[in-house]
């Protein structure tokens, strides 16, 4: 989904295009990086909680987070604030590819998220880069193991090659 600002006298809603949301999907949300208005609250985190939503990636704020966190709903954001998106902004897009930190999320991509940020990955590469992530988590366990074990970090990286884990592979 993309937001813009309301123009002119007209009203803007949030939130309506929930109803067209498939269990399992990820909702991802462009609102230009906007830290002055909410386009997710709490009536959002139940209704997308119940109906089996996966999570929700904003590119701006929300609001309501202890509805979130009741419900165990994740939510990934740039920040909290109070006021609400409503007759602020309107909806202009949906189901169409939005720019993210300059990168291009269409729909189908894979969305993953943690503590640590969020990443999106386009369906075509999702298994190519699901081999390399895994690669890359078994190298950096082997790597911590041996240092366990008595190794040098230093050796351990070298044994494992992991200063050069992310050059593409043939």
Avoid at 55 to 70: E, K, M, W, Y
Avoid at 106 to 129: F, Q, Y
Wanted: charged residues 20%; neutral net charge.
């Amino acid at each position: 989904m993309r937001y813009a600002p309301v123009g002119g006298a007209g009203g803007g809603t949030v939130g309506d295009f929930l109803d067209d949301v498939p269990p399992g999907a990820v909702i991802v949300i462009d609102n230009d990086g906007r830290t002055d208005v909410t386009v997710w609250g709490g009536i959002m985190t139940e209704i997308a909680a119940v109906r089996g939503v996966a999570g929700t990636v904003i590119n701006g704020v929300c609001r309501d987070v202890p509805a979130s966190l009741a419900q165990n709903y994740p939510l990934f954001s740039r920040g909290r604030f109070m006021r609400t998106g409503k007759d602020r902004v309107r909806l202009a897009a949906v189901g169409e590819p939005v720019t993210i930190s300059g990168i291009e999320i269409c729909p189908g991509a894979l969305v993953c998220a943690d503590a640590d940020g969020v990443v999106a990955v386009p369906a075509a590469a999702a298994r190519r880069i699901t081999e390399t992530a895994e690669h890359i988590e078994r190298t950096e366990a082997g790597i911590v193991a041996a240092a366990r074990a008595g190794s040098t970090l230093r050796a351990a990286r070298e044994t494992f090659g992991y200063h050069t884990l992310q050059t593409r592979r043939p």
